[in-house]
């Protein structure tokens, strides 16, 4: 696996070793050594999370104020357009964000570490998406910003006008959002 720096330095593109044939590929997608060793630290995962969305769907953008949750995300069907906005107010990123393209064409993964805002937009007609959490899912402390914020500048590839649930429409501006020490 390789790990690729992204505009946020903790924030890391990984791409994993894909061996393909005439029956398939394989592919390692985690391994916890060699993930220590790309991230210079140790990462344990507690718990694994699944979800199926049609095109246009936007999740997010979520974090929790406690309890912070370090993301491991891949798309194992369809393609995704996935972001993570630095919300520590210690770093000197705090408010940016970084975007890429996971696919289950590209096999590509990112790490997003605890202290940022997750979401991400269904660019194919469905999409699966898979991630690792450092931490348990705790509703009473989980937060979102604002999709669409002009301060936060994200250039989501839309189309059209995107599928939002009732929590991410009620979003809160970055300037109005909690955010971490």
């Known amino acids: ?67 912070p949750q370090g993301k491991l995300v891949r798309v194992i069907s369809g393609e995704v357009f996935d972001v993570a906005v630095d919300m520590r107010k210690s770093s000197a990123y705090f408010g940016h964000s970084v975007s890429t393209i996971l696919s289950a064409d590209n096999h590509e993964q990112m790490w997003i570490p605890p202290g940022f805002a997750h979401g991400f937009l269904v660019l194919s007609e469905r999409a699966e998406f898979l991630y690792k959490t450092t931490d348990f899912y705790a509703p009473e402390y989980e937060r979102t910003l604002l999709w669409n914020d002009p301060d936060l500048g994200i250039d989501w590839p839309l189309t059209s006008a995107p599928i939002l649930s009732d929590k991410d429409q009620q979003g809160r501006p970055f300037t109005e959002a909690e955010a971490y020490p």
């Open 1 to 67: 696996m390789e790990a690729c720096e992204t505009a946020i330095p903790d924030v890391k593109i990984l791409k994993p070793r894909v061996f393909s044939d005439e029956r398939g590929f394989f592919m390692e997608t985690y391994n916890r050594r060699v993930l220590s060793q790309l991230l210079d630290t140790d990462v344990e995962f507690v718990q694994d999370n699944h979800s199926a969305s049609v095109r246009n769907v936007l999740r997010g953008l979520h974090y929790q104020i406690h309890q």
